[in-house]
Nanobody, 120 residues
Framework: QVQLVESGGGLVQAGGSLRLSCVAS????????KGWYRQAPGKQRELVAY???????VYADSVKGRFTIARDNAKNMVTLQMNSLEPEDTAVYYC??????????????WGQGTQVTVSS
């Protein structure tokens, strides 16, 4: 099992910044992807960004150039720096980790979510 605990959400005005953090604990071996998803009211959960064990980073088109994902392996932490926030970024943000201990076996883990609200 992997436990993910997020922090850093809140209320910010449009154009402002927030930094989300996620600390992982538990069975951390074979984690090959960490990242962030978000879910706005009435919408499906969508990818924001992720980083692989090899360092590959993928961003959703909607956040490219504004958000930056980073990891600190020593702290088992992944962060999401969000700049130039827009009201459309309002959502619950979920930390995510993917573990593949064996070929063809995959486990997905989610944090409890942290609310980000951007006012216009």
């Amino acid at each position: 099992q992997v436990q993910l605990v997020e922090s850093g959400g809140g209320l910010v005005q449009a154009g402002g910044s927030l930094r989300l953090s996620c600390v992982a604990s538990g069975s951390l071996n074979s984690i090959n992807r960490k990242g962030w998803y978000r879910q706005a009211p009435g919408k499906q959960r969508e990818l924001v960004a992720y980083i692989t064990g090899g360092g590959t980073i993928v961003y959703a088109d909607s956040v490219k150039g504004r958000f930056t994902i980073a990891r600190d392996n020593a702290k088992n932490m992944v962060t999401l720096q969000m700049n130039s926030l827009e009201p459309e970024d309002t959502a619950v943000y979920y930390c995510y980790a993917q573990r593949t201990p064996l070929l063809g076996v995959r486990y997905d883990y989610w944090g409890q979510g942290t609310q980000v609200t951007v006012s216009s």
